[in-house]
């Protein structure tokens, strides 16, 4: 199997008020191409510190990630805003929708920032927001929308632009079953497409059954990663 995402020995520290905080401790992860890996473990273990580094929002300390046999730290700061564009959808623990722009207009904003016509975007943010069961809500604010709501407009943007990547951090920690069991359907359909890559990080004992391997954190370190046996049956 072809590897599409590789860390090696990520480390990263924060400065919390002049303490130290070691989030990364030593990081080694190989996600294969059509893989679902999931990330579990424990409040404050590092989850979230991983995915952003892996999806070149954050830097690390040290040690390297390939994407896609990329190096993304390497680049220059324009080529990996445009690298991140087209290959990674990255969907936030506290979704981060822009709170001025409707449904339509915040999915549609990968698509126009990687060139596509306004008009045209917002005609695809639709059709996906039709995907996630809110095909009635897409000239609402988030304001307007229920959390649950706002979690699927957020996964809409991190599929709609068809990225490489697909990072999640807890997708369906706002939905309730049906809606959990939805978005886990469409995530894994669009992940398992042209040899993609699907990250989530999920304290979702409902949804590990999608998984292809979960991955278990602890104190800044991957101590396990299972094989799951349970497949779902979709
Ligand atoms: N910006 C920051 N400044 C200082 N410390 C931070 C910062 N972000 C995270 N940390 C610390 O780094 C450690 C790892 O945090 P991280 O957010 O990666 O955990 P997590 O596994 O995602 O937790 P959760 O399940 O609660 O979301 C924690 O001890 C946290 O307090
Ligand atoms: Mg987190």
């Known amino acids: 199997m072809t590897i599409a995402i590789d860390c090696q020995n990520l480390t990263k520290t924060y400065d919390s008020d002049g303490q130290k905080v070691m989030a990364l401790t030593g990081v080694n992860l190989a996600i294969h191409q059509a893989e679902l890996m999931m990330l579990v473990g424990p409040s404050g273990c590092g989850k979230t510190t991983l995915i952003s580094i892996i999806a070149g929002i954050l830097d690390q300390d040290e040690g390297h990630c390939w994407i896609y046999g990329q190096d993304v730290n390497k680049l220059a700061s324009r080529d990996r805003l445009k690298f991140r564009a087209q290959n990674i959808g990255f969907v936030f623990q506290a979704y981060n929708l822009l709170p001025a722009l409707n449904a339509a207009e915040n ?59 697909i990072v999640c951090d807890e997708p369906t920690s706002a939905l309730d079953h049906q809606n959990g069991q939805l978005i886990m359907q469409l995530l894994k359909q669009v992940a398992l497409q042209n040899n993609r890559a699907l990250i989530i990080v999920t304290h979702d004992a409902r949804i590990f059954s999608f998984a292809d391997r979960i991955a278990h954190m602890d104190d800044g370190r991957i101590t396990d990663i299972e094989a799951t046996v349970l497949k779902h049956p979709d």
């Open 107 to 165: 999915v549609a904003v990968p698509l126009i920032i990687n060139g596509m016509k306004r008009s045209q975007a917002e005609r695809k943010a639709v059709e996906l927001l039709a995907q996630v069961g809110l095909a009635e809500r897409y000239r609402s604010l988030p304001a307007q929308l229920s959390g649950g709501q706002q979690q699927r407009v957020a996964i809409a943007r991190a599929l709609v632009h068809e990225p490489r990547l």
